[in-house]
């Protein structure tokens, strides 16, 4: 087993832990700061991230393991009934539909980029929560995934486009979520 393949089991088995404390979180305070339909789109654009990668033979494993978290995530989130839709959600979700005809018509590399930008678009519900109702405990969580981010995006075997592109992205958004969960309420 080589240094990349460490990084990059480290890096999903981070992510995945780190979605223990989310759900707990979720779970005991009914979902204050979280956006059910982030969760949702970033799960779908996820799955489209994990395609194109795979077929480029790309850095995704740590991308599993966030669609895995995402799709636990949403379920509670639907169950504790925080699932709201309006026309920025519809319109994200365009965007994952549009991710998957750039992909058929321009390629799976065209389609990681497509993917990368839509899941940070995706993400901005989930900002938007995250700054009216600023939490330091899920502030740290969201370090926990620069964290990880950060290691698949080192666990990348070349500075290619496939391999450190999505980590890289993700590992600044992790970080400005931290940043902006850690401020002071009012």
């Known amino acids: 087993m080589n240094h990349h393949t460490l990084l990059n089991a480290a890096s999903t088995i981070l992510a995945l832990a780190l ?20 969760w949702l789109l970033w799960a ?3 799955l489209v991230l994990i395609g194109s990668l795979v077929e480029q033979r790309g850095n995704y494993w740590v991308i599993a393991g966030f669609m895995v978290g995402d799709l636990t995530l949403v ?19 365009g965007m994952v539909g549009l991710c998957l005809v750039v992909w058929y018509a321009s390629g799976a590399r065209t389609a990681t980029i497509a993917a990368t930008a839509a899941a940070c678009i995706a993400g901005l519900p989930g900002l938007v929560a995250l700054a009216r109702e600023p939490d330091r405990p899920t502030a740290r969580i969201w370090l926990g995934y620069t964290a990880a981010n950060a ?14 592109l999505t980590p890289g992205t993700f ?16």
């Open 19 to 38: 979605f223990v404390p989310m759900f707990r979180r979720i779970r005991s305070e009914g979902g204050a700061g979280q956006s059910c339909v982030t």
């Open 151 to 164: 290691l698949a995006f080192l666990g990348g075997t070349a500075m290619t486009l496939e391999q450190r």
């Open 75 to 93: 379920a509670l989130l639907v169950k504790q009934r925080q699932f709201q839709w309006g026309r920025f959600e519809a319109t994200v979700l």
């Open 44 to 46: 779908a654009l996820d």
């Open 171 to 186: 590992t600044v958004y992790s970080l400005l979520m931290a940043i902006v969960g850690w401020r002071r309420r009012g």
